[in-house]
Antibody, heavy 124, light 110 residues
Framework: QVTLRESGPALVKPTQTLTLTCTFS??????????VSWIRQPPGKALEWLAL???????YYSTSLKTRLTISKDTSKNQVVLTMTNMDPVDTATYYC????????????????WGQGTLVTVSS | SYVLTQPPSVSVAPGQTARITCGGN??????VHWYQQKPGQAPVLVVY???DRPSGIPERFSGSNSGNTATLTISRVEAGDEADYYC?????????????FGGGTKLTVL
């Protein structure tokens, strides 16, 4: 049974750095074709992809946010950590982590298991 | 940067067929995945690799992809299908491959 759970602060101040942890079970991030990704959703708005780390420790970032994001994994702890610097009120959103499985037809991923999300509010 | 375009809303009566489109430049050359999201819940994968269904997803959900348009089709629509639907691809056309989501379509069951 695959599960993912996001954890981190519910409230951060502007200019602070956000650190979110995704703790997962039921799969190994050392398995070929697996990844874990972070996706966020501002209230009432669409999904926005942030970052992804795969079994081979390759990392991919949103073009518009890559200067602020760092993703890392601890395979022994079954955790993936996302840091986002210089937080702003527009970063207020529900942050999801999701397991990705490699597509059969291209080198991309789809997200077959999601955490329940954690709401992060940026406010002074 | 690759853009996926979805209609903001689609309305359909119960028992009818809903078709939600996802437009992108030569999207037919990419693998398209679809998610259903109900209010207050995390997204759920309903179709992957254009037309495959995860276990537990009803056969009423199907997908197709050709040319510049991918389509999620929901047959015999039920009230419980009312949700937001998102398409997603992997864009490897640049030096920095990345995930792209469409803007989402709200399906209303009349």
């Amino acid at each position: 049974q695959v599960t993912l759970r996001e954890s981190g602060p519910a409230l951060v101040k502007p200019t602070q750095t956000l650190t979110l942890t995704c703790t997962f079970s039921g799969f190994s991030l050392s398995t070929s074709g697996m990844c874990v990704s972070w996706i966020r959703q501002p209230p009432g708005k669409a999904l926005e992809w942030l970052a992804l780390i795969d079994w081979d420790d390759d990392k991919y970032y949103s073009t518009s946010l890559k200067t602020r994001l760092t993703i890392s994994k601890d395979t022994s702890k079954n955790q993936v950590v996302l840091t986002m610097t210089n937080m702003d009120p527009v970063d207020t959103a529900t942050y999801y982590c999701a397991r990705g499985t490699r597509s059969s037809y291209d080198n991309g991923y789809y997200f077959d298991y999601w955490g329940q999300g954690t709401l992060v509010t940026v406010s002074s | 940067s690759y853009v996926l375009t979805q209609p903001p809303s689609v309305s359909v009566a119960p028992g009818q067929t809903a078709r939600i489109t996802c437009g992108g430049n030569n999207i037919g050359s990419k693998s398209v995945h679809w998610y259903q999201q109900k209010p207050g819940q995390a997204p759920v994968l309903v179709v992957y690799d254009d037309s495959d269904r995860p276990s537990g997803i009803p056969e009423r959900f199907s997908g197709s992809n050709s040319g510049n348009t991918a389509t999620l089709t929901i047959s015999r629509v039920e009230a419980g299908d009312e949700a937001d639907y998102y398409c997603q691809v992997w864009d490897s056309s640049s030096d920095h491959p990345h995930v792209v989501f469409g803007g989402g379509t709200k399906l209303t069951v009349l």
